[in-house]
């Protein structure tokens, strides 16, 4: 029995004769997916499978299937006859294009065998000089077939064919079973004693041999070290450096793969011509003064590291000099070449170091790539990759990642062991998991179908006219996306309520959450402002940090679409100020152990942003009735007066008037003269974000309203509004009927309304909104007209719809979660913008304003 | 809250009508509507009710009072839109009072404006001493503007703003004024007179446009229009703010800010007057070359100096200079890209992008939306970028994205900046010092300024770089537009 070994991802070349059984055989031995057939594409470009004319257009077809599986890492069978050289020559360059494996399996059977077969399908129609000529060709290219395969069976005979079993073979590189944790441990370069210090220092238990040197290291905690390679050279004690981790990946407390320096040792030490420098030649010195046991011992592990792993179900790579995705997992000779060496440029720089293509600029990849090779002062995050080599060789630092937590661990260099060719890069600051432009966003970010991955709804479809329109405010109006990690959702209202007088009470935004299960509500005044974004960092330092900002801004406030709220950036600075001094005084920094947070609040008053619509719109409506509406009356007055029957005229026009007024004195509540930053407020009512934690995630509505009280009365610049809120118990009349109460002054007041949020843990089967909003009467006649309150009006008015506000509110909801979620967790800056770009493209969707 | 904007207003829409004619009451035949009656006449929006309050012998008014119905207004123009929100939400502005009230006039007063009376056939042919008083017109451009339409055709203009709230006095005055016309004129001349240029006056953004709107305008114009000195503002006016129905998702955006719509695409203030546009060199010799025009030319020549035949214009507006480079064979491979989707639907229409068989032999590769921002694959493989005045439209901190994004990722042989020299704003009469040229511009560079930016652009990118000035070069304060050729 023939155990045939082929890759889990790779090319299986079918070799054989027409009628060599290999559709059979793939048949019983490989999914129909997985089964690509000549016959059968040139059925698909020709209707008839025999059609040997078709040809040529079948093997495109098939070529181009083979590609796109091969590109999505798939396990692809070829079942042709492919007996010339010349074919298979156009299957392996496919493979090699993917960085596959290619693997062939010859069938070989007697022609009389193919010949017999081929009769009892008289719809081939095949003259009898074909198969022989086949077989001549097949004969011919066998010679080719070891040079152009890794590896090929050839199964000879039905019965061995019969016989034959399949096994699954892994690639080296894969290790996805192996889930840490981990501690990726940055480019060694002989510093044996760092090494120590390091392993020490993140908790690993060093072995010692009878001489005391370190053979070996276990961590008491289960964690795997691995190795991103450069072990050797430069440093004192490259022998020291291998001789412990030897020890530990042979016990299976480490991983490592290649780096340049071991390829190049390698080369060396078999005798080969190499340059000798780049610290080779103390490597070579120490390594002759080894005993021929361990040079032997060396070399075999050196040449047997592999180039890179895949860890952890594909999350986490490993290679020297990093991997761009398409490589990830894939075995082939550049492949290596990109893991030991990078992407170089084949240019190179003064300092005649080669340029290195800056790959992780453009990495958008799922997985964490983690690599070593050029020297940087600190370690730091690119779109999620990170490079460790700190230069401990160069008097720098010897640097540790812990997986999956994210945490640099790093100890010093003993001394300066080797002096660098150049200055180690300037430091580009930045710890773990900074907001910065690392390079540009990609117009694939945002641009395209295939919408946002979210945390609470899966993905968010985004269409493409929508991004469009987004592309080009958020291009030419939207602040700095460094600064825009969120864009606030919209609200839906409660449902229409069938209340004389009322479009919106509170029964309903309150029953609406009765109904799904949730049993205590919070409910939020709502300002009549505009939303307001804040972003404050504690410092320039802080900002220069985390979000990248060299220059010395601290911070953004802007508005729903992104835009600065204000237009002179001292004002934005102020306004800062004030939050920054409010934000220490309350002692948030500290409690949320972080130095920047994101605050999500209303600016008042209505008329410091809103200046041109109050002017454009409501005050020239106001006006326009003020100038009217006496006129109308009074002529209205003299045709009454001559007796003429105006049929309720003149009570409507005069009942116009009183809307009219109503509806000035409603937007005038919300106009206050702002001088300078006087008159000015800023009512927070949710931390959206701080380091590491999504607040708006991690903590109920009751938090959010405690956290916002408290930077109001720490504040005092007069700038932060409280708001205010109660809690409602749904089960209780009381409590409803008081919070109605409350919402009645308030709005008899002239308050905007409340916004009613769940509290308590959220049933995970049924959708919820996040919030529903309940507006006063008054208020509304801002938003419906002056006379949406006659009777009539309103029976009509109630009629609106409100299905696909509420399904954009939870869409919107859904993507500013996750903007938030990806910001905390130290995501790369084209993974935010992402799902901010997704917020503002949603909303060019048309809902009706109104709601 | 969430900006949008609402219904114009909706009270205001009276127009009164009164002649002191002897034998006054003669205005009721005239007008077709009896002076003792009360009528009503249902409007798609509203109603339109016709009295008389005053009708004696030496006195005799007319009354239009026009009763919109704002919620009917925004339901009514919901059909035939796939979502009836939708509707409601693309009609919520364009229903401009005065629009409302000339169709009204042509519903109600349809046989007295053509100038019809059996009953008195000789007096609508007669000029009659009248007072036409609208107790709010909004009136784009304040009373002066009213002055200067209706004076012309014989009026006395009383016209006085109305403030937009007087607890608020530093807003100033609405839009609207309060108008009244006394003089002495034909009848149907001044019903019509009042259909066409009380919209014209509102100059907002109408649309129920009807094929036959020009048909409209010269029969309503008969006898008055032709010899109005500003004839061509009016019928401009009347036929240009008539736009499609559908709102693009843009405008949308646009209302949820506080900006008005105009700012999204903000006028492009021309330095000086503009060549005829895609006129066959219709320039007359003596008439000066436009600095947009020796910026076309400055960039088409920067062009052909490095050879470079494949170019795409980073930034390319309604497409002018991609109108330039097809007309000239030299150039092989033309696209272009812009941000805002207006400007490429001009530019698309500009190279009949989309009808048929593209112009050029095929040569306009691509015009496609893209942001400058963003690095795009789309940008590369062209020998030339053209970025013309386009840096300037960049906040200073995307500034660096920018730079990487063309120099670092499309990285083509050529590029070509130019800008605005900000020494030369001078020079402008009429441009308040320091001001710049547009309001979109978010700096202006100075000619050292500039070779500054480029001079550390150009090292970090491997390009040389060589400065041109465009227009006039003055001695003093150099010329108007300044050009980067970088190269590499």
Same mark, same amino acid.
């Given at each position: 029995?023939?155990?045939?070994?082929?890759?889990?991802?790779?090319?299986?070349?079918?070799?054989?004769?027409?009628?060599?059984?290999?559709?059979?055989?793939?048949?019983?031995?490989?999914?129909?997916?997985?089964?690509?057939?000549?016959?059968?594409?040139?059925?698909?470009?020709?209707?008839?499978?025999? *059609?040997?004319?078709?040809?040529?257009?079948?093997?495109?077809?098939?070529?181009?299937?083979?590609?796109?599986?091969?590109?999505?890492?798939?396990?692809?069978?070829?079942?042709?006859?492919?007996?010339?050289?010349?074919?298979?020559?156009?299957?392996?360059?496919?493979?090699?294009?993917?960085?596959?494996?290619?693997?062939?399996?010859?069938?070989?059977?007697?022609?009389?065998?193919?010949?017999?077969?081929?009769?009892?399908?008289?719809?081939?129609?095949?003259?009898?000089?074909?198969?022989?000529?086949?077989?001549?060709?097949?004969?011919?290219?066998?010679? *080719?077939?070891?040079?152009?395969?890794?590896?090929?069976?050839?199964?000879?005979?039905?019965?061995?064919?019969?016989?034959?079993?399949?096994?699954?073979?892994?690639?080296?590189?894969?290790?996805?079973?192996?889930?840490?944790?981990?501690?990726?441990?940055?480019?060694?370069?002989?510093?044996?004693?760092?090494?120590?210090?390091?392993?020490?220092?993140?908790?690993?238990?060093?072995?010692?041999?009878?001489?005391?040197?370190?053979?070996?290291?276990?961590?008491?905690?289960?964690?795997?070290?691995?190795?991103?390679?450069?072990?050797?050279?430069?440093?004192?004690?490259?022998?020291?450096?291998?001789?412990?981790?030897?020890?530990?990946?042979?016990?299976?407390?480490?991983?490592?793969?290649?780096?340049?320096?071991?390829?190049?040792?390698?080369?060396?030490?078999?005798?080969?011509?190499?340059?000798?420098?780049?610290?080779?030649?103390?490597?070579?010195?120490?390594?002759?003064?080894?005993?021929?046991?361990?040079?032997?011992?060396?070399?075999?592990?050196?040449?047997?590291?592999?180039?890179?792993?895949?860890?952890?179900?594909?999350?986490?790579?490993?290679?020297?000099?990093?991997?761009?995705?398409?490589?990830?997992?894939?075995?082939?000779?550049?492949?290596?070449?990109?893991?030991?060496?990078?992407?170089?440029?084949?240019?190179?720089?003064?300092?005649?170091? $080669?340029?290195?293509?800056?790959?992780?600029?453009?990495?958008?990849?799922?997985?964490?790539?983690?690599?070593?090779?050029?020297?940087?002062?600190?370690?730091?995050?690119?779109?999620?990759?990170?490079?460790?080599?700190?230069?401990?060789?160069?008097?720098?630092?010897?640097?540790?990642?812990?997986?999956?937590?994210?945490?640099?661990?790093?100890?010093?260099?003993?001394?300066?062991?080797?002096?660098?060719?150049?200055?180690?890069?300037?430091?580009?600051?930045?710890?773990?998991?900074?907001?910065?432009?690392?390079?540009?966003?990609?117009?694939?970010?945002?641009?395209?179908?295939?919408?946002?991955?979210?945390?609470?709804?899966?993905?968010?479809?985004?269409?493409?006219?929508?991004?469009?329109?987004?592309?080009?405010?958020?291009?030419?109006?939207?602040?700095?996306?460094?600064?825009?990690?969120?864009?606030?959702?919209?609200?839906?209202?409660?449902?229409?309520?069938?209340?004389?007088?009322?479009?919106?009470?509170?029964?309903?935004?309150?029953?609406?959450?009765?109904?799904?299960?949730?049993?205590?509500?919070?409910?939020?005044?709502?300002?009549?402002?505009?939303?307001?974004?804040?972003?404050?960092?504690?410092?320039?330092?802080?900002?220069?940090?985390?979000?990248?900002?060299?220059?010395?801004?601290?911070?953004?406030?802007?508005?729903?679409?992104?835009?600065?709220?204000?237009?002179?950036?001292?004002?934005?600075?102020?306004?800062?100020?004030?939050?920054?001094?409010?934000?220490?005084?309350?002692?948030?920094?500290?409690?949320?152990?972080?130095?920047?947070?994101?605050?999500?609040?209303?600016?008042?008053?209505?008329?410091?942003?809103?200046?041109?619509?109050?002017?454009?719109?409501?005050?020239?409506?106001?006006?326009?009735?003020?100038?009217?509406? $006496?006129?109308?009356?009074?002529?209205?007055?003299?045709?009454?007066?001559?007796?003429?029957?105006?049929?309720?005229?003149?009570?409507?026009?005069?009942?116009?008037?009183?809307?009219?007024?109503?509806?000035?004195?409603?937007?005038?509540?919300?106009?206050?003269?702002?001088?300078?930053?006087?008159?000015?407020?800023?009512?927070?009512?949710?931390?959206?974000?701080?380091?590491?934690?999504?607040?708006?995630?991690?903590?109920?509505?009751?938090?959010?309203?405690?956290?916002?009280?408290?930077?109001?009365?720490?504040?005092?610049?007069?700038?932060?509004?409280?708001?205010?809120?109660?809690?409602?118990?749904?089960?209780? $009349?009381?409590?409803?009927?008081?919070?109605?109460?409350?919402?009645?002054?308030?709005?008899?007041?002239?308050?905007?309304?409340?916004?009613?949020? $769940?509290?308590?843990?959220?049933?995970?089967?049924?959708?919820?909104?996040?919030?529903?909003?309940?507006?006063?009467?008054?208020?509304?006649?801002?938003?419906?007209?002056?006379?949406?309150?006659?009777?009539?009006?309103?029976?009509?008015?109630?009629?609106?719809?409100?299905?696909?506000?509420?399904?954009?509110?939870?869409?919107?909801?859904?993507?500013?979660?996750?903007?938030?979620?990806?910001?905390?967790?130290?995501?790369?800056?084209?993974?935010?913008?992402?799902?901010?770009?997704?917020?503002?493209?949603?909303?060019?969707?048309?809902?009706?304003?109104?709601? | 809250?969430?900006?949008?904007?609402?219904?114009?207003?909706?009270?205001?829409?009276?127009?009164?009508?009164?002649?002191?004619?002897?034998?006054?009451?003669?205005?009721?035949?005239?007008?077709?509507?009896?002076?003792?009656?009360?009528?009503?006449?249902?409007?798609? /929006?509203?109603?339109?009710?016709?009295?008389?309050?005053?009708?004696?012998?030496?006195?005799?008014?007319?009354?239009?009072?026009?009763?919109?119905?704002?919620?009917?207004?925004?339901?009514?123009?919901?059909?035939?839109?796939?979502?009836?929100?939708?509707?409601?939400?693309?009609?919520?502005?364009?229903?401009?009072?005065?629009?409302?009230?000339?169709?009204?006039?042509?519903?109600?007063?349809?046989?007295?404006?053509?100038?019809?009376?059996?009953?008195?056939?000789?007096?609508?042919?007669?000029?009659?001493?009248?007072?036409?008083?609208?107790?709010?017109?909004?009136?784009?451009?304040?009373?002066?503007?009213?002055?200067?339409?209706?004076?012309?055709?014989?009026?006395?203009?009383?016209?006085?703003?109305?403030?937009?709230?007087?607890?608020?006095?530093?807003?100033?005055?609405?839009?609207?004024?309060?108008?009244?016309?006394?003089?002495?004129?034909?009848?149907?001349?001044?019903?019509?007179?009042?259909?066409?240029?009380?919209?014209?006056?509102?100059?907002?953004?109408?649309?129920?446009?009807?094929?036959?709107?020009?048909?409209?305008?010269?029969?309503?114009?008969?006898?008055?229009?032709?010899? /109005?000195?500003?004839?061509?503002?009016?019928?401009?006016?009347?036929?240009?703010?008539?736009?499609?129905?559908?709102?693009?998702?843009?405008?949308?955006?646009?209302?949820?800010?506080?900006?008005?719509?105009?700012?999204?695409?903000?006028?492009?203030?021309?330095?000086?007057?503009?060549?005829?546009?895609?006129?066959?060199?219709?320039?007359?010799?003596?008439?000066?070359?436009?600095?947009?025009?020796?910026?076309?030319?400055?960039?088409?020549?920067?062009?052909?100096?490095?050879?470079?035949?494949?170019?795409?214009?980073?930034?390319?507006?309604?497409?002018?200079?991609?109108?330039?480079?097809?007309?000239?064979?030299?150039?092989?491979?033309?696209?272009?890209?812009?941000?805002?989707?207006?400007?490429?639907?001009?530019?698309?229409?500009?190279?009949?992008?989309?009808?048929?068989?593209?112009?050029?032999?095929?040569?306009?590769?691509?015009?496609?939306?893209?942001?400058?921002?963003?690095?795009?694959?789309?940008?590369?493989?062209?020998?030339?970028?053209?970025?013309?005045?386009?840096?300037?439209?960049?906040?200073?901190?995307?500034?660096?994205?920018?730079?990487?994004?063309?120099?670092?990722?499309?990285?083509?042989?050529?590029?070509?900046?130019?800008?605005?020299?900000?020494?030369?704003?001078?020079?402008?009469?009429?441009?308040?010092?320091?001001?710049?040229?547009?309001?979109?511009?978010?700096?202006?560079?100075?000619?050292?300024?500039?070779?500054?930016?480029?001079?550390?652009?150009?090292?970090?990118?491997?390009?040389?770089?060589?400065?041109?000035?465009?227009?006039?070069?003055?001695?003093?304060?150099?010329?108007?537009?300044?050009?980067?050729?970088?190269?590499?």
């Amino acid at each position: 029995m023939t155990e045939i070994r082929v890759p889990e991802m790779g090319l299986v070349v079918l070799v054989g004769v027409t009628g060599s059984g290999k559709s059979h055989f793939a048949r019983s031995h490989f999914k129909p997916t997985q089964v690509v057939s000549s016959d059968h594409c040139r059925g698909v470009v020709s209707d008839d499978e025999n *059609d040997q004319s078709a040809s040529g257009d079948a093997f495109d077809l098939l070529h181009y299937i083979v590609g796109k599986r091969l590109r999505r890492g798939l396990l692809t069978v070829v079942d042709a006859t492919n007996v010339q050289s010349r074919s298979r020559e156009a299957l392996l360059r496919i493979a090699k294009e993917h960085d596959v494996m290619s693997v062939a399996i010859v069938l070989d059977v007697p022609e009389s065998l193919a010949a017999e077969r081929n009769a009892v399908r008289p719809e081939r129609n095949l003259p009898p000089h074909v198969i022989p000529r086949q077989r001549r060709e097949l004969r011919r290219g066998m010679r *080719d077939l070891a040079r152009q395969f890794r590896r090929h069976h050839v199964l000879t005979g039905a019965d061995e064919i019969d016989a034959a079993t399949i096994v699954y073979e892994k690639a080296w590189n894969d290790k996805r079973e192996l889930t840490g944790p981990f501690d990726v441990i940055g480019d060694v370069h002989g510093c044996r004693a760092e090494l120590e210090d390091l392993l020490t220092r993140l908790g690993y238990e060093i072995e010692r041999d009878a001489q005391g040197r370190a053979v070996g290291a276990d961590h008491p905690g289960g964690r795997t070290a691995v190795f991103v390679g450069d072990l050797v050279d430069r440093g004192p004690d490259s022998p020291g450096v291998l001789r412990l981790v030897m020890g530990m990946v042979g016990a299976g407390d480490a991983l490592c793969v290649s780096g340049n320096h071991e390829a190049k040792l390698v080369r060396a030490l078999r005798g080969r011509k190499v340059r000798v420098g780049h610290g080779l030649e103390k490597s070579l010195e120490q390594f002759a003064a080894e005993d021929d046991d361990f040079r032997g011992g060396a070399l075999n592990f050196m040449a047997g590291l592999i180039s890179h792993y895949v860890l952890d179900d594909g999350r986490l790579v490993v290679a020297h000099a990093g991997l761009k995705e398409e490589y990830h997992g894939r075995a082939s000779g550049r492949v290596r070449s990109f893991a030991l060496y990078g992407d170089t440029t084949g240019e190179t720089d003064e300092y005649g170091l $080669p340029v290195r293509y800056p790959w992780a600029r453009d990495y958008r990849g799922k997985a964490m790539v983690v690599y070593g090779h050029t020297p940087i002062p600190e370690a730091e995050w690119v779109n999620n990759t990170i490079c460790l080599d700190t230069g401990a060789v160069f008097g720098g630092k010897l640097t540790a990642l812990r997986y999956p937590e994210r945490e640099l661990v790093s100890v010093p260099a003993r001394q300066v062991w080797y002096e660098p060719t150049r200055p180690l890069e300037a430091p580009a600051a930045s710890s773990a998991g900074a907001h910065r432009e690392n390079d540009v966003l990609n117009i694939g970010d945002v641009l395209g179908e295939q919408g946002v991955e979210t945390r609470l709804m899966g993905r968010v479809a985004v269409r493409e006219e929508n991004a469009r329109a987004a592309l080009e405010v958020m291009s030419r109006f939207a602040v700095d996306p460094r600064w825009l990690v969120y864009l606030p959702p919209t609200m839906a209202p409660a449902a229409t309520s069938p209340l004389p007088g009322h479009l919106e009470h509170p029964a309903e935004a309150l029953a609406a959450y009765r109904d799904k299960g949730i049993t205590r509500v919070v409910c939020e005044e709502k300002h009549m402002g505009s939303r307001a974004v804040a972003v404050v960092c504690r410092d320039a330092a802080v900002a220069a940090e985390r979000f990248g900002m060299p220059d010395g801004t601290t911070g953004a406030v802007y508005t729903r679409t992104g835009r600065s709220f204000f237009r002179d950036p001292s004002r934005t600075a102020e306004v800062l100020d004030r939050l920054r001094a409010a934000i220490g005084a309350a002692g948030l920094w500290d409690e949320l152990d972080t130095g920047w947070l994101v605050i999500d609040g209303e600016l008042l008053p209505w008329s410091a942003k809103a200046m041109d619509l109050i002017r454009t719109q409501y005050a020239a409506a106001g006006a326009a009735a003020r100038a009217a509406l $006496p006129m109308a009356s009074e002529v209205l007055a003299r045709a009454s007066e001559r007796g003429l029957d105006l049929g309720g005229l003149r009570e409507h026009i005069g009942r116009r008037a009183v809307n009219a007024s109503l509806f000035r004195d409603a937007y005038a509540r919300y106009c206050w003269t702002v001088d300078g930053l006087t008159g000015l407020r800023f009512a927070p009512f949710q931390i959206l974000a701080g380091e590491g934690r999504s607040w708006a995630d991690a903590r109920d509505h009751e938090w959010h309203m405690a956290v916002a009280g408290r930077l109001a009365e720490s504040d005092t610049s007069d700038l932060v509004q409280r708001t205010e809120f109660m809690t409602v118990d749904l089960g209780s $009349p009381q409590s409803e009927a008081a919070v109605t109460e409350w919402w009645e002054k308030l709005t008899a007041a002239g308050g905007e309304g409340m916004v009613v949020k $769940p509290l308590g843990p959220l049933p995970d089967e049924v959708k919820i909104q996040p919030g529903l909003k309940c507006r006063g009467p008054e208020y509304l006649r801002i938003i419906y007209g002056p006379d949406y309150t006659e009777p009539e009006n309103l029976d009509r008015l109630r009629r609106r719809s409100l299905g696909r506000k509420r399904s954009l509110a939870m869409r919107e909801h859904a993507l500013g979660a996750e903007a938030l979620a990806r910001l905390a967790a130290g995501e790369p800056m084209w993974r935010v913008h992402q799902a901010v770009f997704a917020v503002l493209a949603l909303e060019s969707e048309p809902v009706d304003p109104r709601l | 809250m969430r900006h949008f904007n609402i219904v114009r207003h909706t009270w205001g829409v009276l127009l009164t009508i009164t002649t002191t004619l002897d034998q006054a009451t003669d205005l009721g035949f005239l007008l077709h509507k009896h002076p003792d009656r009360v009528q009503r006449f249902e409007q798609s /929006h509203g109603t339109a009710h016709v009295f008389y309050p005053d009708a004696d012998e030496r006195r005799c008014t007319a009354a239009l009072l026009l009763d919109v119905d704002p919620i009917e207004l925004v339901r009514t123009r919901g059909r035939g839109t796939p979502d009836f929100s939708l509707g409601q939400y693309v009609n919520d502005r364009p229903y401009a009072a005065s629009s409302l009230l000339a169709s009204a006039m042509s519903n109600v007063f349809r046989t007295a404006m053509r100038g019809r009376c059996d009953a008195r056939p000789e007096l609508a042919q007669t000029p009659i001493p009248l007072e036409i008083a609208l107790p709010a017109l909004p009136c784009k451009g304040g009373p002066g503007q009213a002055e200067r339409f209706f004076a012309p055709l014989g009026w006395d203009v009383s016209a006085v703003p109305v403030p937009l709230d007087p607890e608020f006095g530093e807003w100033g005055d609405s839009r609207y004024v309060t108008l009244k016309l006394t003089g002495t004129l034909r009848l149907a001349d001044a019903l019509n007179q009042m259909y066409v240029l009380l919209p014209v006056l509102d100059d907002a953004k109408h649309y129920w446009m009807a094929p036959d709107e020009v048909d409209k305008l010269i029969r309503a114009g008969e006898g008055w229009l032709a010899a /109005h000195p500003d004839r061509g503002a009016i019928t401009r006016r009347y036929l240009a703010n008539r736009r499609g129905l559908v709102r693009s998702a843009l405008g949308r955006l646009a209302d949820a800010e506080d900006a008005p719509e105009e700012e999204l695409d903000p006028v492009q203030v021309e330095e000086e007057p503009a060549p005829v546009e895609d006129g066959e060199d219709q320039t007359p010799k003596d008439q000066p070359v436009s600095l947009a025009e020796h910026r076309l030319q400055a960039v088409v020549r920067a062009l052909h100096d490095e050879n470079a035949q494949r170019v795409i214009d980073l930034g390319c507006g309604t497409g002018k200079l991609l109108a330039r480079l097809l007309k000239d064979g030299f150039f092989t491979e033309i696209s272009g890209t812009d941000v805002s989707h207006r400007a490429l639907s001009h530019a698309w229409r500009r190279l009949h992008w989309d009808d048929g068989p593209r112009r050029g032999d095929g040569r306009v590769r691509d015009v496609f939306q893209g942001a400058l921002t963003y690095a795009d694959d789309r940008f590369a493989g062209y020998e030339a970028a053209v970025l013309m005045e386009v840096v300037e439209h960049i906040d200073p901190p995307r500034l660096g994205a920018v730079e990487r994004v063309v120099f670092g990722h499309a990285a083509p042989r050529v590029v070509i900046v130019t800008t605005p020299n900000a020494e030369h704003n001078v020079r402008y009469e009429g441009l308040a010092p320091g001001a710049m040229r547009h309001p979109d511009h978010r700096f202006e560079w100075t000619r050292a300024e500039f070779r500054a930016w480029a001079d550390r652009v150009a090292a970090a990118h491997g390009y040389r770089v060589r400065h041109v000035p465009v227009g006039d070069d003055d001695p003093e304060v150099g010329a108007p537009t300044q050009m980067g050729v970088f190269t590499r």
